[in-house]
């Protein structure tokens, strides 16, 4: 499987970015917003060229080594609270991501 991985590592100002986008809203895409624009621990992003249902996949590190995970699928994007950094590597080097995605993420889970 092909993917075309764009990342980027920032330094936060404050460790706690993440409690504060709980905080800014409790809808999904601006929430996003809100983290794709402010300086995280930790940022990566991964581009699936594949026919897949996962188009693309975005993981937002916080602290604890826990963040947030956004999956753009073919029909719908799902913001996901509290996944481990541990679990981003997993989805982001598996040979079958969809198969992951459902059986560690979907349903383990619950999206914002």
Do not use: R
């Not at 594949?50 to 073919?74: F, M, P, R, T």
């Not at 040979?95 to 993420?105: A, M, R």
């Amino acid at each position: 499987m092909l993917f075309v991985f764009l990342s980027g590592v920032t330094i936060a100002s404050d460790p706690c970015q993440c409690e504060q986008a709980n905080k800014f809203s409790k809808k999904q895409n601006e929430i996003v917003e809100f983290l794709e624009t402010t300086d995280l621990n930790f940022s990566e992003t991964f581009v699936n060229d594949e026919v897949s249902e996962i188009v693309e996949a975005s993981y937002y590190y916080c602290n604890n080594d826990h963040g947030y995970l956004y999956i753009k699928l073919q029909n719908k994007e799902k913001l996901y609270k509290d996944v481990p950094l541990g679990l981003w590597f997993e989805l982001k080097f598996n040979d079958t991501p969809d198969s992951f995605y459902v059986s560690q993420i979907k349903y383990n889970y619950i999206p914002v």
